[in-house]
């Protein structure tokens, strides 16, 4: 069974900082793509970031570009994402999301965390 269950959100100042982390079970990062999408009310998922390890490939939404990092710790299973610098137009609800192979934007993600908040205050 995989799990994938986020942690590190919460309400922060615009221009302050966050940690989202991952704990996975189930997978192996050697074959998903795994990593961070968000949905605000009336929208679908938007990817933030993805990893894809077997090709060596880290996929950022333009609008978070210099601003987000993904990382990975494989030993532990997690996967972050730090978030500086951060604007109200992020407050999002992030979800962790993996899938075998590999991924390109507008491909789906096979396995979902429950979700959690981000709100970015003026």
């Known amino acids: 069974e995989v799990r994938l269950v986020e942690s590190g959100g919460g309400l922060v100042q615009v221009g302050g900082s966050l940690r989202l982390s991952c704990v996975s079970s189930?997978?192996?990062?050697?074959?998903?793509?795994i990593g961070w999408f968000r949905q605000v009310p009336g929208k679908g998922h938007e990817p933030v970031s993805v990893?894809?390890?077997?090709?060596?490939?880290?996929y950022y939404a333009d609008s978070v570009k210099g601003r987000f990092t993904i990382s990975s710790d494989d030993a532990e299973k997690t996967v972050y994402l730090q978030m500086n610098s951060l604007k109200p137009e992020d407050t999002a609800k992030y979800y962790c999301?993996?899938?075998?192979?590999?991924?390109?934007?507008?491909?789906?993600?096979?396995?979902w965390g429950a979700g959690i908040s981000v709100t970015v205050s003026s």
């Open positions: 990893i894809v390890k077997s090709d060596d490939i880290e």
């Open positions: 189930g997978i192996s990062f050697d074959d998903h793509a």
């Open positions: 999301a993996a899938t075998p192979g590999a991924w390109v934007p507008g491909f789906g993600m096979d396995y």
